[in-house]
């Protein structure tokens, strides 16, 4: 089965630190992997994907994943985070295949604080 | 740009009422999909469709179902709300097929559904 594990529930940053936000996925054959952001009182927004191909993937405002097979991993980057930058980020997976459902992580809300 | 739109943005409705929550796309999607957002349980798939009149249980189904009588509408509906059901709704959309946005979802900007 598929699951998904986002490590820390809340992370906080300064301004213009790094941001690390964690991602462990499980799946029995080759995953799809995806960030979204959710900004209060709003939908979920597509950071990036990974579907095939080159493994780091970069997407809008600066974020960048690397998918690490042999880790199972899709950690979610950016160098030097913004006040904008503060939302819940959710991680998920599916599979080809698979109508596209979603697995999602339970989430990280991210504070960035000046 | 692909738009989902949820028909309602909050709801507050009594123990034992029906419900109905309607999600229209309008970018010929094959699929459509509801989640409940819960704090500190992520999105959890309750039902979705991959055509009209087709609809597969999702992993938390029990208490509510769906209609999808239309490509582009996908329907929720809670027969009868219980407290429990009190969370955030979220509709999404996605092609089937591959190309540039393969396994992308598009999502509308939720229902807040309070049940007292």
């Known amino acids: 089965a598929q699951s998904v594990t986002q490590l820390g529930s809340h992370v906080s940053v300064s301004e213009g630190a790094l941001v690390l936000l964690r991602c462990n996925y499980s799946?029995?054959?080759?995953?799809?992997l995806f960030w979204y952001v959710q900004y209060p009182n709003q939908g979920l927004q597509l950071l990036l994907k990974?579907?095939?191909?080159?493994?780091l993937v970069k997407g809008i405002n600066g974020f960048e994943a690397e998918f690490k097979k042999s880790e199972t991993s899709f950690h979610l980057t950016k160098p030097s985070a913004h006040m904008s930058d503060a939302a819940e980020y959710f991680c998920a997976v599916s599979f080809s295949g698979g109508y596209n459902k979603l697995i999602f992580g339970a989430g990280t809300r991210l504070a960035v604080h000046p | 740009d692909v738009k989902v739109t949820q028909s309602s943005r909050y709801l507050v409705k009594r123990t034992g009422e029906k419900v109905f929550l309607e999600c229209v796309q309008d970018?010929?999607?094959?699929?459509m999909f509801w989640y409940r957002q819960d704090p500190g349980l992520g999105l959890r798939l309750i039902y979705f469709s991959y055509d009209v009149k087709m609809k597969e249980k999702g992993d938390i189904p029990e208490g509510y179902s769906v209609s999808r009588e239309k490509k582009e509408r996908f329907s929720l509906i809670l027969e009868s709300a219980s407290t429990n059901q009190t969370s955030m709704y979220l509709c999404?959309?996605?092609?089937?097929?591959?190309?540039?946005?393969?396994?992308?979802?598009?999502f509308g900007e939720g229902s807040r559904l309070t049940v007292l």
């Open positions: 799946s029995s054959v080759p995953p799809y």
């Open positions: 990974y579907t095939t191909g080159a493994t």
């Open positions: 999404a959309s996605s092609f089937s097929r591959g190309g540039p946005n393969t396994g992308e979802l598009f």
């Open positions: 970018m010929d999607h094959e699929n």
